[in-house]
């Protein structure tokens, strides 16, 4: 068996500090609280030290902690696989309910464009600029206007996408450098999710097609226009276990020992268990109390980390 879990957590739980009240962790102050996924963490560690005290049977048993799961599932994509040698199911903490239990998941894209416009003053000569505030506004809107931001449904097909990163040229601080010029240059990162792989090809050439669109629309005084770098790439692969999978009848066992009711889900979330199920070891997510995750109101509920 394998237990994995990642130890990253998101940027928004930077200086936090945990504290109990009642009968949950919480913040202090205006931070997210890291459960997702410092729970999981917790829990590994508790089964290996609850196995190593009381002397407990079991068979061979792999803890697997990855890093960088919050930024594209990196670190399982790259591990070593020989970690899953002779693994043939695993167990991955990583949400809220135990009694969920997470056996399917979206698969995701990754894309980048860069919008290279042309400064000059705003005040004297706007019409000498191309502006590519301008430009990044006018395909977001596009693309929001045929259905394509945010929850996707087109027919029988679902997905989700985003405009995540909204920068200048380092692609991490503010576009443009006062509001007197004509912005030059900005740079979005966002995804795209769903089921099916080609659906999210689909929604991602949506968003290709409206930065080009938008790039022949914004022109200076003598017709030039924005250059466009547009990027992607697949993130991570779907995955959907069957429900006779030995990995899911274990996982419901587990949860009926302790008076549980499991059920199973499809996620629109992408757990590292996409990339071990890709590497043929079937993966059953389960929960351990994080609510809220990725905002200021994070909490953990201590009963259900319990449980999980």
């Not at 599932?73 to 969920?100: H, W, Y």
């Not at 022109?219 to 991570?236: C, I, N, P, V």
């Amino acid at each position: 068996l394998a237990f994995a879990t990642h130890m990253d957590v998101v940027p928004l739980c930077a200086a936090a500090k945990p504290k109990r009240s009642g009968k949950r962790i919480v913040g202090e102050g205006t931070t997210a609280l890291g459960g997702d996924n410092r729970t999981g963490c917790a829990v590994l560690v508790t089964l290996a030290q609850t196995l190593l005290k009381h002397n407990l049977p079991h068979p061979p048993i792999t803890l697997i902690f990855t890093v960088r799961e919050e930024s594209g599932l990196q670190g399982a994509r790259f591990m070593d696989k020989e970690i899953l040698k002779g693994v043939t199911m695993c167990f991955n903490v990583d949400s809220k309910i135990p009694a969920d239990l997470i056996t399917g998941a979206v698969g995701a894209e990754r894309w980048d464009v860069e919008i290279l416009g042309k400064a000059a003053h705003a005040g004297v000569a706007p019409e000498k600029g191309i502006s590519s505030t301008l430009v990044a506004a006018l395909a977001l809107a596009e693309v929001r206007r045929g259905g394509w931001f945010g929850k996707v449904v087109k027919g029988k097909q679902r997905g989700t996408s985003n405009a995540g990163i909204f920068a200048g040229k380092d692609k991490i601080s503010a576009a443009g450098n006062a509001t007197n010029v004509v912005t030059d240059h900005v740079y979005i990162r966002g995804e795209t999710r769903s089921p099916e792989a080609k659906f999210a090809s689909a929604i991602t050439a949506a968003y290709k097609a409206a930065f080009v669109k938008a790039a022949k629309q914004v022109k200076d005084d003598k017709g030039g226009t924005a250059k466009l770098k547009f990027s992607s790439r697949a993130e991570y692969p779907s995955f959907n276990i069957k429900d006779s999978s030995p990995a899911v009848a274990h996982a419901k066992r587990a949860a009926l020992s302790i008076g549980l009711k499991p059920k199973t889900l499809f996620s629109n979330g992408g757990p590292d268990a996409n990339w071990f199920a890709k590497y043929g070891v079937p993966t059953v997510t389960i929960g351990a109390g994080q609510y809220e995750i990725h905002t200021v109101k994070e909490y953990v509920e201590l009963a259900e980390y319990a449980q999980g």
